[in-house]
DNA sequence: GATGAATGAGGCTTCATTCAT
DNA sequence: AATGAATGAAGCCTCATTCAT
C-alpha cells in the first residue's frame, strides 16, 4: 500500500502516482457529484475513470481515505482563494463582503467539486458510525466569522448581537446558496452573493 | 399487501393495521435519529420495535414509502402547530418572529423526530436515484415567506430586498438552528430563536 | 439476525433454525476436515450444504459464530463422554488409562469431526488477530491433569514430577496421536491409546 | 526469473541475490513470528525489509518456494548443531537426554525462527491443497528416534515398547515443549527439558 | 536487477425483498 | 396478520501475480 509512506510528512509519490491519485479523485468527484453519495460505489468511480476496481485499492487505503482526499483538495483550493481575496481589508463590513462575493466567485467555476463536497460532508462517517464532517466541523468558519464580527463590534460598525448565532446563520446562508445554486443551475450566483452581502450588511450595522 | 389499497385515496385500514404503522414509523424516527438514516436497516427498525422483520414489508410497500410516512407525519404535526401560532397575526413582522419563536417551541420538545426527519430529507432518494426531498422541496416554505415579505414590502414595513434570496436564507437559518441544536444538545434552542428573529427584523426592516 | 436473540439465555431458535445451524455446522466440518481451514470459504461450506451462502449469514452471526459453534457441538460431546467413562474411578492411575482410553474409543467413531477440530483450534484466529484457541485453551485440560497428578503423588503412585511439564507432554501426546490417525488412517487408534497408557503409567509411578 | 537456473542442482546464484534471498529469507521469519502466517502476505514481508514487493517475486518462483526456503535454511540449521551434539554418544539413554537438551538449547536463542517454522508447517499447503509438512514429514525424526530405541532395546535399556507410539509421542512432546514455550515466553525452557528427559528416561528403561 | 503499477479473483458482510406457512 | 426463512445482489477489501520500464 503505497500511502503508507506518507507517515514522516515526506511526499514520497511518484509522478505517476500523483496523476493517478489526481485522475481518481476527478472520477470520485464527478460521479458523486452526478449520482450522490450512496451510490458511488469505488466499482462505479472506477469505472467511470476507466480503470479496474483494485487501482483505487492500490493508491487509496480505503474508500474513506479517498473521500477525505477528494475534501482536501478541493476544500484546500477554496480557502486558498477566498483567503487571498480577503487579503489587505480591514473593516468588517468589506471582510463580510469581500468574503460572500469570493467564494461565490470561485464556486461558481467548480459546481461539480461543490456538489460533490456537499455530499460528502453530508454522508461521509467515520469508523464509529458518527458523521466525519458534521456541525462541528464548520467550528474553524464559525471562529473566522465570530472574529471579523468581535472587529465589527469593537469598532462600532455592528452592534451587539450574538456572534455564535450569526456566524451559524451566516454560514449556514452561504452554504444554502450553493446548494440552491446546484438544485438551480440558471439561478444567478453572483447576484445571489450581492444580495446576501446587502442582507448580512443590515442585520449586522449598529 | 395491504398498502395496495390506498390508491383510491380512501382509508380503508383497520385499526389494529394503523397501529401498526404508527408503531413502526415510531420505532423508525428512534432508530434513524439514533444511528443514522445510512444504518437504519429495516432489520434494526424491526428489531428496536420487538416485531418481526417481515411486518413492515407487510405493511408498507417497501422502505421508500416507509420513509415517506415518516416524513408525512412528523412533517404535518409541525405545520399544523406553527401555522396555529400565526394565525390571527396581520403584521410582517409580527408573522416571521411569531413563525420563528413558534418552530423553536415546538422542535424543542421533538428532537428525536427532528433528527430523523433531517436524516431522510438528506438521504433518501426515489428511484431514480435523485433527492426525493432535496432543495426543492423547500418550495413551499419559500413560497410562504415570500408571501410574509411581500406583505410587508408593500406596508413599508420592509425594504425591497430579494425575496427569493431572503426566503432561501432564512429558511437555511432555521433549517440550521436545528441541527446546530441537534449536535450540541445543551444549546438554548430559544434564545437562538428570539435572536434569529431579531436579526431578521434589521435584515428585513425599510 | 436470529443470533442476536440468545443474550438473555434462553433458547428461542425454533425448530427448523436448529435444523439448519446443525446442518450448517456438519457441513462446515466435512468441508474443513477435507479441504482444510484456510480454503473453507463459507461459500464452499454453503456449497457443499447444498444451500444459498447467505443462509449461513442470517443464521450465523458471522464466520467466526460458525467456527466457534463447530468447536462448541464437537468438543462439548467429546467431553461429556469422556467425563462419563471416568466417573466413579480413583485411583489415578486408574484415571489417566481411563482418560486415554476413552477418549480414543470415543474418537474412532468421529474423525472427520476429529480433523476439523484440529484444524480450526490450530487456524482460527480472533478480530485481534490472535489465536482463539491457542496453546492457552489448553489450560483447562492442563489443570485437570495436573488435578489428578497431584492426587496420585499424594497418594504415593507417583513420583514428584513437575505436573505442568507432565500435563503439557501428556496432553500433547493425546493431540498427535489423533493426528498421526488423521494422517494415517489405519494406525490403530485403540492400539495406541493402550501402549500410551503403558508409557506414562510407566513414567508417573513412583 | 532467476529461480529457474537451480533445476540443474548447480548453485549459480550471484553473490547479491545470495544475499538478497537471505534477506527475504530473514524478513519472512521475523514477519511470521509476529503476525501469524495467514498475515504474513507478501506487501508485508517486503515492507518490513524495506523493499519492494516485486523484488520477492523476481528472486522466488512464489510465495511457495519462499517459504520453503525458510524452512530448509531454518531447520537444516537446527538439525546440524543437535546432530553435533548427539556425536560420540553411545548409550541410548544418554543420546535421548543430549537431543533433549540439545534441541532445546539450540532453540532458546532462536525464538523467532522456531514461531515462524511452526507457523509454516501448520499452515502451508501445496499446489494440491493438501499439508506439505504434515505430520508425515516428522517421519525422518521418528525413523531417528526408532533407531536409537532399538538401540537401548537391544542393549537391554529399554523395554519393549512400540517404537513408534514411542517416537510420535517423544516428538510431539518436543514440539509442544516449544510452542508452550513461544506462547509463555517466561517459562523456563531448558528445566522443561530437562523433566522432559527424567520423564522419558523413566518411560522407556526397562 | 529492481520497481512501481495494475489486475482480477475471491472472501466476508449487509440488506431489501420475496415467499411459504 | 404475521413470521421466519431464504435469496442474491452489491459493496469493500486483500492479495499473489504479472508486466512494462
Redesign the pocket.
Known sequence: ??SENESDGQKR?????EA?RAQIVASAVEVIAEIGFA??????IAQHAG?????I???F????ELMVEVVERTYGLIAETVGARMQGLSSATELLRAYLLGVAEHMRGHRTQLAALGEIFIHLRGADGRPRYGIKANEEIYRALEGIYALGQESGEFWHFDRRVMAVTQASAVDNMFAYWVAYPEHDLDAHARELADIFERACRS
Open positions: 500500500m503505497r509519490r511518484s509522478f505517476i502516482e493517478r451510490q458511488a460505489s469505488l466499482a462505479r480503470i479496474s476496481k483494485g487501482v485499492s492500490y493508491h487505503a480505503g474508500k474513506d
